[in-house]
């Protein structure tokens, strides 16, 4: 035999993706595959202890089948494609999740699926429900919420509330996120799982919550009517209306469901009880139904049966996983709550030891101040007592110049005295002056007067004489030889012109002598004025030493000098001349 022939043959495959509420995986599976071995690896892989509730569904033709757990894979409707694609889903829904859902993961995938319909608005939820779940979620997602590190704005990119909920009021995304966040500030030391557990217990009490809607009618041609299959039972709804039922039945109540072409057949326990049948004319639609009424009475079952030691084991186990991760919750809570009062403490003795130190500062600054203080201090008193030397010193100089003050304003009395007398006597002066200048200005008024006369009468002469020497000069030229008492006439006029030339001289004359005199006069009185005037200030000079003399004895406790006739004295310099 040859060594090919002792190879086994190796079993033909297929692939598989099965998408979960939060991962995708892919398998490769055996042909020769039940439904149940797909999904023990499926529940394996995600470690899954509570698979029950689970199922793998597939989409054939417009609507979703479940596979089954005795039939082969390849052996029903499931779509033949590569790889073949299956949803990890809740199949049925508990009654009580905090008592039913034992384990972590099954309540995490719960808590995915619900939040997924309840966002896709398969299960209807008021607005304010929703407000308070998306707390819930944000507490799940983020932990606890921190204002300093969760800034206004964090949540833009999440999708928390049902597009009905934001479309039934008029609010914007930061109005939605102000009222979501101050649910969730409330949520602070809630963990991960309390959060998804608390989201489910509030939408495990909304009315479409874990309800499955099959589209029925009481005849065989209306579809007017809605079948809603649930973990409590079975429900009819008009079509519009699915949050209250027509009529109800408990899975505890029904005896029996019967199925028959296109017809169901729901008989009650009680036989008083009328027995309700209604139609379902899509074929795929009443195989699903059959199905899931199976599962969900089965399930019924299960959860009742629950004495099997298999279950009790594996609930033993996840209790106690529970109670283990509730113990390590608390113990985790227990030591952040140490660690948070531990950095509180040291935050404390941080700050307190700051403000020592603070403290400290300061009175090290206040000590090198004290001390520049006193070395200043000191550098004070010794330049006070330098000071208080030269004080001395000075009193004592002030002391002789006191005294040569005195003896200064003695002699400053007597020439006070001189100076007035040379004052009044140069007042009598100025006077004198002022009559001397009126005078003259008066006599070189009169000189003025006499000089435009003598000028005036000297024009009329002038004048004459040329009105006396007019006629003679026809008689000239007129006769060849003169008369003889032409002769006379001619002597006349020489005459009279010479008189009148030889007073015009004597006039001038003394007229330029009486300028030269008054020029003389003037300059002299100009004179005079100049010598008086430098003679005034020096007389101010010293009215000024002497005022400087007498504050200085004022000072010194001299008597008051007389200085009115000094200022009359100096009016008078003053006044113009």
Request: aromatic share 8%; proline share 3%; charged share 35%.
């Amino acid at each position: 035999m040859s060594i090919m022939g002792l190879k086994k043959k190796q079993p033909k495959t297929f692939k598989v993706k099965v998408i979960t509420m939060d991962a995708e995986m892919e398998f490769c599976c055996e042909v020769k595959w039940k439904g149940k071995d797909l999904f023990d690896l499926v529940c394996r892989t995600v470690g899954l202890r509570e698979p029950w509730f689970f199922g793998l569904r597939y989409t054939v033709k417009d609507t979703y089948a479940w596979l089954k757990m005795e039939k082969k894979v390849l052996d029903q409707e499931v779509p033949k494609e590569d790889p073949i694609m299956f949803h990890f889903q809740a199949k049925f829904y508990p009654e009580k999740v905090e008592d039913e859902l034992v384990q972590e993961i099954t309540q995490h995938l719960f808590f995915l699926q619900v939040k997924k319909q309840i966002l896709d608005e398969e299960i209807y939820c008021s607005p304010e429900a929703s407000v308070l779940l998306a707390s819930y979620a944000v507490q799940a997602k983020y932990g606890d919420y921190d204002p300093n590190l969760y800034k206004p704005g964090f949540l833009a990119q999440d999708e928390l509330l049902p597009k009905r909920v934001l479309k039934q009021y008029q609010l914007t995304a930061e109005m939605w996120e102000e009222k979501i966040t101050a649910w969730y500030a409330e949520h602070r030391g809630i963990a991960r799982d309390e959060a998804e557990i608390n989201y489910l217990k509030i939408a495990q009490d909304l009315e479409t919550y874990g309800v499955n809607y099959f589209p029925i009618s009481q005849n065989k041609k209306d579809t007017n009517l809605l079948l809603g299959v649930d973990a409590k039972g079975l429900h009819i709804y008009t079509a519009n209306n699915k949050l209250a039922p027509v009529k109800s039945f408990e899975w505890s109540g029904i005896r029996n469901i019967s199925y028959s072409e296109k017809e169901f057949t729901i008989k009650p326990l009680d036989k008083k009880t009328e027995v309700f049948k209604f139609y379902s004319s899509q074929l795929r639609v009443n195989k699903l139904l059959i199905s899931i009424l199976i599962t969900n009475n089965n399930s019924d079952l299960i959860r009742i049966s629950l004495e099997s030691l298999v279950l009790q084991q594996a609930y033993c186990e996840i209790n106690r996983i529970k109670i283990k991760g509730q113990l390590d919750r608390q113990k985790l809570a227990r030591e952040k709550q140490l660690r948070e009062e531990a950095e509180r403490a040291k935050e404390e003795l941080e700050r307190r030891l700051f403000q020592l130190e603070d403290k400290a500062r300061i009175a090290n600054e206040a000590l090198i101040r004290s001390e520049e203080t006193a070395e200043l201090l000191a550098e004070k008193a010794q330049i006070a007592e330098e000071e208080a030397k030269l004080l001395a010193q000075k009193a004592a100089e002030a002391e002789q110049e006191r005294q040569r003050l005195e003896v200064t304003a003695l002699k400053t009395k007597e020439e006070k005295r001189l100076m007035e007398q040379k004052m009044r006597e140069a007042e009598l002066i100025a006077v004198k002056l002022v009559k001397e200048s009126d005078r003259r200005a008066k006599e070189a008024e009169h000189l003025k007067l006499d000089l435009s006369e003598a000028r005036e009468a000297e024009k009329r002469a002038k004048q004459k004489l040329i009105d006396v020497s007019k006629p003679c000069y026809p008689l000239l030229t007129a006769c060849s030889s003169p008369p003889a008492t032409g002769d006379m006439n001619l002597d006349m006029v020489s005459f009279n012109s010479d008189f009148k030339d030889t007073d015009m001289k004597r006039l001038s004359m003394e007229i330029e002598r009486e300028r030269l005199e008054y020029m003389e006069k003037s300059k002299s009185l100009q004179d005079q004025i100049k010598e008086l005037k430098s003679e005034i200030d020096s007389l101010k000079l010293e009215e000024q030493q002497a005022g400087l003399l007498f504050y200085c004895s004022e000072a010194l406790g001299f008597p008051e000098a007389p200085y009115s006739s000094i200022e009359n004295v100096s009016n008078g310099i003053n006044d113009p001349v």
